[in-house]
């Protein structure tokens, strides 16, 4: 069964405290790999989407890595807005669906 | 940026009553989602759609929910008969598949709630 697992659940940073945040993934052949934000009664905004493993991208103050088995979402130096639920999916080959993880929920504090 | 809209964004009704959420995807996307997310847990997917048919549906989409585009705008999902159960966020989302990527864009989600 295809499964997506994040962790930690909850993370509290320190303005400026950089940190990274852990999606694992076992499925049966990965199309793609996407991190979303949500906030509170919102929906997810899609932030980046990884295909292949080595690959990287960035926005801002996160980056997004990708290996065979996990991604990484890096928070550099946050501030009180990246305070949110960042959540990770996966869609794999033969489906339309995201599977989605239950997110890792960041407060930064001043 | 366009965005997929979504209405109404609170929905109140009573068990066994039928409810219809009303999503307007991006205009230029052809595939239409629908997942809904119950409170502290995770987005679940219920029912894709193109070319006017269901794609894929899961587990969870059983006969008390149809999806229809009735016109060249709006995608509806209908519960026939709702559960305390169905209450949730309920999101559409739509995507346009190029050799770029598919990115799924979520709308701001309808909140039912079923007394």
């Known amino acids: 069964e295809d499964q997506v697992t994040q962790s930690p659940e909850a993370l509290r940073l320190q303005e400026g405290e950089s940190s990274s945040l852990n999606c694992s993934y076992t499925?049966?052949?990965?199309?793609?790999l996407f991190w979303y934000r949500q906030d509170p009664g919102k929906g997810p905004e899609f932030l980046f989407t990884?295909?292949?493993a080595g690959e990287e991208k960035e926005k801002e103050r996160l980056k997004a890595t990708l290996t065979k088995k996990e991604s990484f979402l890096h928070i550099t130096a946050p501030k009180p807005e990246d305070s949110a639920t960042y959540l990770c999916?996966?869609?794999?080959?033969?489906?339309?669906?995201?599977?989605f993880g239950t997110g890792t929920r960041l407060q930064v504090f001043p | 940026e366009p965005e997929v809209t979504q209405t109404p964004s609170h929905q109140v009704t009573q068990m066994g009553q039928e409810v219809i959420l009303r999503c307007v995807p991006i205009?230029?996307?052809?595939?239409f989602y629908w997942y809904r997310q119950i409170l502290g847990q995770k987005v679940e997917f219920l029912v894709s759609?193109?070319?006017?048919?269901?794609?894929?549906k899961s587990e969870i989409f059983d006969d008390q929910f149809s999806v229809e585009r009735p016109d060249g705008s709006n995608f509806t999902l209908k519960i026939r008969s709702t559960k305390l159960e169905d209450s949730a966020m309920y999101f559409c989302?739509?995507?346009?598949?190029?050799?770029?990527?598919?990115?799924?864009?979520f709308g701001p989600g309808t909140r039912l709630t079923v007394t």
């Open positions: 759609f193109y070319n006017n048919e269901i794609s894929e």
């Open positions: 999916a996966v869609r794999v080959f033969n489906t339309d669906k995201l599977i």
């Open positions: 205009s230029n996307h052809l595939y």
């Open positions: 989302a739509s995507s346009v598949r190029t050799s770029g990527g598919d990115r799924q864009y």
């Open positions: 499925v049966s052949g990965l199309r793609g």
């Open positions: 990884l295909y292949s």
